[in-house]
C-alpha cells in the first residue's frame, strides 16, 4: 500500500471520529452515558475506549513500547480536545516517518505483558481498522436510541474531500 494511503487512513480515521464526536454532543447525558450491553458499554465508553487505545498506539509508535493507558476522560469535551491531540500525533508522527520506516517491525508490550513485533503498516492499519468497528457499535447505539447516527464511511471521507477540493 503507497504512504500517502496510509496516511490518508489516518486523516480518514480522524475525520470519522470527529463526525461522530459532534453527533454525541448532541446528545442528552443520559442517553450519552447509557449502559448498552455492547462490549464496551454504551456511547460514552465504547468512544472512550477507542480513544485510549488510540493514544497507547501513538505511544507506542512514538517510542514507548511499554506504554500505558492514558487517563480516562470525565467529559465528551475533555475527550475530544485530547483525541484531537492524539490525531495530531498521527498525523505528525507518519508524516516524519522515512519511507522505509513503513515496513520495520515495531516491538512493544501489550497491557497483559506479551511482548510482540508488528510492521510499522500493519499497525497503522490495525488502528483505522479499530476505530471503524467501534464507531460501527456506536452508531448501533445511535439507533437504538432513536437518533439517526452520521455517515462515517470511508466513501463518505472521500467524497468530502473532493468536494473541499
Known amino acids: 500500500m503507497p504512504l500517502v494511503d496510509l496516511i490518508d487512513h489516518l486523516r480518514y480515521h480522524r475525520w470519522a471520529t ?21 462490549s464496551h458499554g454504551g456511547i460514552f465508553d465504547t468512544l472512550q475506549h477507542i480513544f485510549m487505545s488510540d493514544a497507547l498506539w501513538l505511544a507506542r509508535l512514538q517510542g514507548n513500547p511499554n506504554a500505558q493507558p492514558v487517563a480516562p476522560a470525565d467529559s465528551l469535551d475533555s475527550m475530544a480536545s485530547r483525541w484531537s491531540a492524539v490525531h495530531d500525533g498521527f498525523l505528525q508522527w507518519a508524516s516524519s516517518l522515512p519511507d522505509d520506516r513503513w515496513t520495520a517491525l515495531l516491538p512493544y508490550r501489550r497491557l497483559n505483558g506479551q511482548s510482540f513485533e508488528d510492521p510499522i503498516w500493519q499497525i497503522v492499519l490495525h488502528i ?24 462515517t464511511d470511508l466513501i463518505f471521507y472521500y467524497r468530502s474531500k473532493a468536494a473541499a477540493a
Open 128 to 151: 483505522v481498522n479499530h476505530g471503524t468497528l467501534h464507531r460501527g457499535q456506536v452508531m448501533a447505539m445511535f439507533r437504538q436510541a432513536g437518533v439517526k447516527p452520521p455517515a
Open 18 to 38: 470527529a463526525q461522530l464526536l459532534d453527533a454525541a454532543a448532541s446528545l442528552p447525558p443520559d442517553v450519552l452515558r447509557q449502559n448498552r450491553s455492547s
